[in-house]
């Protein structure tokens, strides 16, 4: 079953443009992942925030954590064409030494035109 | 470093036949995963291998099984295949310690088609 939810389920953009990816779930959590995935490829890790971080940023990447709404936002400012992919977020990664099952949202998928 | 490689990466099969995956972790990852993803169910988690201990079972058949070997490489295994396991098949793999102990990491995956 998926966590949560994520919003939107499609997005498109002219490149250049910032892009905000909202995520929702429903239990606590230790931290929270986002991936990028290429049509028919594997995930790219691309950020982790922890349950006591309220903001992370990486590179063009900002992921903000609200623990008390149980949601995460991810933004890509300044988008590109090879940003276009789906976006998942994911909970569930625990801490060192616990067991990892991670649980997927349903994703939104970004197109970014040229 | 090389990342989570998996074998192979497509494949296809006919109904009743059997299918072995293979992936290899990250070097010094001691946790492996695995996870089904398809249009429909989206990405699932199937079960978790650490130090050749299967530690965490996500909610599918038994026809649905992996094993971990003693250099934290994995293989899983599908047997009398149906139609409906058609599918992108992910492994990750994750270090179990350290500041980074929580990321987890994935790899291309392995397409499986069954006709």
């Known amino acids: 079953s998926q966590q949560g939810e994520e919003d939107p389920q499609a997005l498109s953009i002219q490149e250049g443009e910032n892009a905000t990816m909202n995520c929702s779930y429903k239990t606590s959590i230790n931290n929270l992942q986002w991936y990028r995935q290429n049509s028919g490829r594997g995930l790219v890790h691309l950020i982790l925030?922890?349950?006591?971080?309220r903001e992370k940023h990486s590179g063009r990447l900002r992921v903000t954590l609200d623990t008390s709404k149980k949601s995460s936002s991810l933004l890509i400012t300044a988008s590109r064409a090879a940003d276009t992919a789906s976006y998942f977020c994911?909970?569930?990664?625990?801490?060192?030494?616990?067991?990892?099952?991670?649980?997927f949202g349903s994703g939104t998928q970004l197109t970014v035109l040229p | 470093k090389a990342g989570v490689t998996q074998t192979p990466r497509y494949l296809i099969k006919t109904r009743g036949q059997q299918v072995t995956l293979s992936c290899s972790p990250i070097s010094g990852h001691r946790s492996v995963s695995w996870y089904q993803q398809t249009p429909g169910q989206g990405l699932q988690f199937l079960f978790e291998?650490?130090?050749?201990?299967?530690?965490n079972k996500g909610n599918f058949p038994g026809r649905f099984s992996g094993r971990q070997f003693s250099n934290s490489r994995s293989e899983m295994n599908v047997s009398t295949l149906e139609l409906g396991d058609s599918a992108l098949y992910l492994c990750?793999?994750?270090?179990?310690?350290?500041?980074?102990?929580?990321?987890?990491?994935f790899g291309e995956g392995s397409w499986l088609t069954v006709v």
């Open positions: 925030i922890r349950s006591n971080e």
């Open positions: 994911a909970t569930g990664g625990g801490w060192p030494g616990s067991a990892r099952q991670l649980t």
């Open positions: 990750a793999s994750s270090r179990q310690d350290g500041p980074s102990g929580n990321t987890i990491y």
């Open positions: 291998y650490f130090s050749e201990t299967q530690r």
